[in-house]
């Protein structure tokens, strides 16, 4: 499966350039040091899955346009998968769609993980759909277990996380819907 990191390296520039926004202007709007924006544009640094969520927030875009092209059609390429130190393991299902406003991922936690989310943009929803194992999910510090089989819908402009406190790994897959633009 390919790297993401140059593919988010050159999205990150294309968006704050869109924008006219200095990387010190995108710090403040995602609150991602400038340091480490410079770090990820340069692709010298792979962020986090909360740091990617964080810029992806804070340039009102969606998460999905770091680590795919968009597509007219499935397609049967491999997804790049995006991991972090927190045992995260994500890849894109279905790129987002403007026309539905929706994006959908793939996520397997290791065993022990706990992955922490700062707030998406009002009105974005996660749905949280458990294919293997169980998992606990957070609203606004509220946990409560997920299991295979299991849906669960969150607010996602509120503080969220996701651990996995079990002996076996945890496979999901989250489906984020965007509110319809201004």
């Known amino acids: 499966m390919p790297d993401p990191t140059q593919h988010i390296a050159v999205t990150l520039k294309a968006l704050r350039q869109a924008r006219g926004w200095s990387?010190?202007?995108t710090a403040e709007a995602t609150g991602v040091s400038k340091a480490m924006l410079g770090q990820i544009e340069r692709g010298e640094s792979s962020p986090t899955v909360a740091t990617l969520w964080k810029?992806?927030?804070?340039l009102e875009g969606s998460f999905s346009a770091f680590l795919a092209e968009p597509a007219a059609a499935p397609s049967a390429e491999p997804q790049a998968v995006l991991s972090d130190s927190a045992g995260?393991?994500?890849r894109v299902l279905i790129p987002f769609d403007p026309r539905w406003r929706l994006e959908m991922f793939a996520i397997d936690l290791e065993p022990g993980a706990c992955s922490e989310?700062?707030?998406h943009g009002v009105g974005v929803v996660e749905h949280v759909i458990v294919i293997e194992g169980a998992l606990e999910v957070a609203e606004a510090g509220r946990w409560q277990t997920a299991s295979a089989?299991?849906?669960l819908q969150l607010d996602a402009a509120q503080t969220h996380a996701y651990r996995n406190p079990h002996e076996a790994r945890a496979r999901f897959h989250n489906l984020v819907h965007y509110p319809a633009g201004e």
């Open 23 to 25: 990387l010190a202007r």
């Open 55 to 58: 810029i992806a927030g804070g």
């Open 149 to 151: 089989g299991d849906v």
């Open 117 to 119: 989310s700062s707030p």
């Open 88 to 90: 995260m393991h994500m």
